[in-house]
């Protein structure tokens, strides 16, 4: 039996893989503590904070749909309906199949198509 | 064959302790998901802050003879505007504004006619009127200039048709608004009709089973019914200018089935209820209550 010897891509490639699953695994509890803590707030009404600790979660990890979910809710709730289209898109797009979200998004559309012709809150 | 038993059972067993750990995660963990409640803030879509006062008007109202619509919504109106805006209402006579409409155009010497089907023939389609919320902007003195044919009753929306023109007369308006010292004035039309529809309803009904276990299944099943349709036009102009700022077309309809009775007037209330909040965003902050679900 022949030993070759390994190239060095292969091994380099094992090696960003071996640390990228892990930094994933990292942001992703990061961005969950920051939402948890959000959820936390609004339940007490604290919506901005909460929409601080979203924006904190979704930058840490931009392929959490349920942080864009969290944020798009609490825009909804400051008046912000812009923001929360593009929250709720972003939220679907990430996770297309995800009922609880196509439910929050089709409850706000009802809204804003109600409010189309209103002067969006800044 | 003691192994192959023996395979299995640790194989349930080994599935039930799966389960019950899953089970105890979820527990410790909380829910993935929870239900909050929210409030949207809508802001106005009318810029009211030059207007201390709101005058609702009247409304060229028609349809239904068991409901005088032009004053319930005037009513209505005004006891929505008076809790829920900043505006001070005035309290005045509500405007006829059919005769007034009627007595403009006799004044300007056009005869009227009393059989609206006849009327619809010779009426013009009426410029610049849209449906859908839409401004509109006239200037009145184009549309008084053209005599148009006026239905002395108001059966149905084509009707409504000629009476529009007031709206757009500026001239008129303004002098309303100088006499309430300049205020917002809310008018335009209403129109309440009885309407029947018959067909195949899916409705929930309640079935057992040979186990007298009871569940809902959809039911297709032919109906008579009936009800109304309401259709008002909400009309708000500038009582500096007499112009129209803006305004909106709504239609709501409720059906029952052939048997209930109804009365108008409730059904009428019913209708308008589902209309108010539109209007009231017109020109206050309204906030809308729902439920919305938070995620892990």
């Known amino acids: 039996m022949i030993l070759r010897p390994v190239p060095l891509m292969t091994l380099a490639a094992i090696g960003l893989l071996l640390i990228a699953g892990p930094a994933r695994a990292d942001a992703r509890h990061d961005a969950k503590a920051e939402v948890e803590f959000g959820i936390d707030v609004a339940q007490r009404g604290l919506w901005r904070e909460a929409i601080y600790r979203w924006e904190k979660a979704v930058e840490i990890d931009p392929a959490y749909a349920a942080a864009f979910n969290d944020l798009a809710i609490a825009y909804e709730h400051e008046g912000q309906l812009q923001k929360a289209r593009k929250a709720y898109d972003k939220a679907l797009e990430l996770d297309p199949n995800n009922t609880q979200i196509r439910q929050n998004y089709e409850l706000f559309k009802e809204i804003n198509d109600r409010t189309n012709q209103g002067k969006e809150k800044s | ?296």
């Open chain 2, 1 to 296: 064959m003691t192994g192959r038993i023996k395979g299995k059972r640790s194989l349930s067993l080994a599935l039930a302790a799966l389960t019950s750990l899953a089970a105890a995660i979820t527990i410790a963990c909380g829910p993935d998901s929870l239900e909050i409640p929210i409030e949207t803030p809508i802001t106005p879509k009318l810029d009211v802050s030059p207007f201390q006062r709101v005058l609702v008007a009247g409304f060229v109202a028609g349809g239904s003879e068991d409901v005088d619509a032009n004053q319930e919504t005037v009513r209505l109106l005004r006891s929505q505007l008076r809790t829920k805006s900043q505006l001070k209402v005035i309290d005045a006579d509500v405007m006829p504004l059919l005769d007034i409409v009627q007595e403009q155009t006799k004044a300007a010497a056009t005869p009227v006619i009393e059989e609206p089907a006849i009327v619809r023939e010779n009426v013009p389609t009426p410029g610049g009127q849209g449906s859908t919320g839409q401004g509109s902007n006239g200037s009145g003195s184009s549309a008084s200039a053209q005599p148009m044919a006026l239905p002395k009753v108001i059966k149905e929306e084509k009707d409504l048709e000629p009476y529009e023109r007031l709206f757009a007369n500026t001239a008129y308006w303004k002098k309303i608004g100088e006499e309430y010292q300049n205020p917002l004035i809310v008018t335009g039309t209403v129109l309440f009709v009885p309407h029947t529809s018959s067909g195949f309803v899916q409705r929930d009904q309640e079935v057992m089973d040979n186990f007298g276990r009871r569940s809902v299944r959809p039911m297709r099943t032919y109906m008579e019914r009936k009800g109304f349709i309401l259709r008002p036009k909400f009309v708000f102009i500038d009582g500096r200018t007499g112009a129209t700022m803006y305004s909106e077309s709504y239609r709501e309809e409720i059906l029952y089935s052939a048997q209930q009775n109804t009365p108008a007037l409730s059904s009428y209330f019913e209708l308008m209820d589902r209309l108010v909040p539109n209007f009231l965003s017109a020109l206050s902050n309204q906030k809308i209550k729902g439920t919305r679900v938070l995620l892990k």
